[in-house]
Nanobody
Framework: QVQLVESGGGLVQAGGSLRLSCTASGRTSSCRAMGWFRQAPGKEREFVAGISWSGDSTDYADSVKGRFIISRDNAKNTVYLQMNSLKPEDTAVYYC?????????????????WGQGTQVTVSS
């Protein structure tokens, strides 16, 4: 079994920054590809960013390119999402996801494991 625990969410003003963390425990060998998704009220879950096992491949949603950075520390079994220049439309529950593949891209169906989510609220 794999457990993913997100942290770092909160309330921030527009233009501010937050850093989300997601730490894996349990069968961490299954947590090779990692990703961040988000879901706003009344909307479908959407891809935010993804990273490969070694960190050499990353991908971002167009809406966050140039503002968000995904990174990982495999020694700590942790993936991060640095969010800068936050906008009210970034408000959502952010979910960490993991998969045993080397890189799983932007489709949520590719990911086997999910965290419980952390709320990010950006005020205008």
């Amino acid at each position: 079994q794999v457990q993913l625990v997100e942290s770092g969410g909160g309330l921030v003003q527009a233009g501010g920054s937050l850093r989300l963390s997601c730490t894996a425990s349990g069968r961490t060998s299954s947590c090779r590809a990692m990703g961040w998704f988000r879901q706003a009220p009344g909307k479908e879950r959407e891809f935010v960013a993804g990273i490969s096992w070694s960190g050499d491949s990353t991908d971002y949603a167009d809406s966050v390119k140039g503002r968000f950075i995904i990174s990982r520390d495999n020694a700590k079994n942790t993936v991060y999402l640095q969010m800068n220049s936050l906008k009210p439309e970034d408000t959502a529950v952010y979910y960490c996801a993991a998969d045993r593949a080397y890189y799983s891209g932007k489709y949520y169906q590719n990911y086997d494991y999910w965290g419980q989510g952390t709320q990010v609220t950006v005020s205008s």
